[in-house]
């Protein structure tokens, strides 16, 4: 308990835990936006299309393909984030640990 409260005035273990928080609320907004990105894409298959519910959106169907381009452009986008912050946050409880 001593060396606990001793490094509590530590800069390094002060550095740790703002970094570690950064990066965990940054992976759970990286996460919560993958989540609801894929929810909102079309299903490939013939049974439930996702949260929409439609296979055919209001504003015809070009348009609808590029929506879901997009979608799935930010999907990835938010996949990769998440990776490499889940990368970023290893690296540094093993470097400050």
């Given at each position: 308990m001593l060396n606990l409260l001793i490094a509590m005035g530590d800069p390094q273990y002060i550095t740790y835990v703002v970094l570690t928080t950064i990066a965990i609320v940054a992976?759970?907004?990286a996460s919560l936006a993958a989540i609801?990105?894929?929810l909102l894409?079309?299903?490939n298959s013939?049974?439930?299309?996702g949260i929409t519910g439609s296979s055919e959106t209001f504003f015809g169907k070009?348009?609808?393909?590029?929506i879901e381009s997009k979608l799935k452009k930010w999907s990835w986008i938010c996949l990769a984030v998440?990776?490499?912050?889940a990368?970023?946050?290893y690296i540094v409880t093993i470097i400050l640990d």
């Open positions: 992976m759970f907004l609801i990105l894929v894409q079309q299903s013939e049974g439930i299309q070009n348009k609808g393909q590029s998440l990776a490499v912050i990368i970023a946050f």
